[in-house]
């Protein structure tokens, strides 16, 4: 699992997730996520575009962050996951405590309001 | 009727080995799609709950995974000696209307659920756990369908 930081523009950052979030996964990232983005209070677009699998552990890692930056004035959208992982993310109704978009552009304005 | 026996320790070196077996395995009988995805994400969430929450004091628990393939199921079985826990009558969280109020835990067992066509469990005389979860190998059967 890794996670690479993009560039941030018009105040809102953007992360790139490949691999699978899986115990293991989760194990690897979110210690370094979670500094990365809560700290500072980011406004961030999540891509999952390219997270192959994802477990209940990655959704407790999602709301975990995402509450953390609320109460710094942050915000989390997620957006480009791969039908399968979209499956999860309704299943576990993930999209009402967390915008969920499909694609960069709806997520980036979703983000930056 | 292809069948693969997978035995570990439940530690998270164990879990992962484990879960390598199990993939592995699963490539042999090339599962694909939304029944791989969901043999996956059972494998991921019952073995999770057995690591956090199957042992007490400290015991390092002895699990084992048996996974059958048939034409139109996959068939995981969850042989554990931890604490007695059956997953079958666990309601499903309620969704949360808040980031604020939203609770964390629950999630898996829902998934799994999702996931399975049954669900069926025992505790043995030995006293361990035998969990049995059907998999439909049609391609609708992703997770909430």
């Known amino acids: 699992m890794q996670l690479q930081l993009g560039k941030k523009v018009d105040g809102v950052l953007n992360v790139l997730l490949i691999g699978r979030l899986d115990t293991p996964g989760v194990d690897r990232i979110e210690t370094q996520l979670t500094a990365q983005l809560v700290p500072r209070g980011e406004r961030v677009t999540i891509d999952l575009s390219r997270v192959e699998f994802l477990g209940s552990i990655g959704i407790r890692m999602f709301i975990t962050i995402a509450r953390a930056l609320a109460r710094n004035g942050g915000k989390m959208v997620l957006y480009g996951a791969q039908p399968s992982v979209a499956q999860v993310l309704e299943t576990t109704s993930l999209h009402n405590i967390i915008p969920v978009r499909s694609d960069a552009d709806a997520a980036t304005a979703v983000a930056r309001g | ?130 969990l049995r979860v059907k998999v439909p190998r049609a391609a609708a059967s992703a997770p909430g369908s």
């Open chain 2, 1 to 130: 009727m292809p069948r693969v026996e997978i035995r570990f320790p439940a530690t998270h070196e164990g879990f992962a080995k484990g879960f390598e077996q199990l993939r592995s395995a699963l490539d042999v009988e090339r599962l694909e799609g939304a029944p791989r995805y969901n043999a996956e994400l059972v494998f991921e969430e019952i073995v999770a709950n057995i690591v956090e929450h199957g042992a007490v004091g400290g015991r390092i628990l002895d699990v084992r995974v048996t996974l059958e393939t048939l034409h139109d199921s996959v068939i995981l079985t969850f042989d554990d000696d931890g604490v007695a826990f059956d997953p079958r009558g666990l309601a499903d969280p309620v969704p949360s209307k808040s980031l604020e109020e939203a609770k964390i835990g629950g999630f898996g067992l829902m998934l799994v659920r999702h996931a399975a066509s049954s669900l069926d469990y025992v505790r043995t005389a030995a006293g361990r756990n035998q």
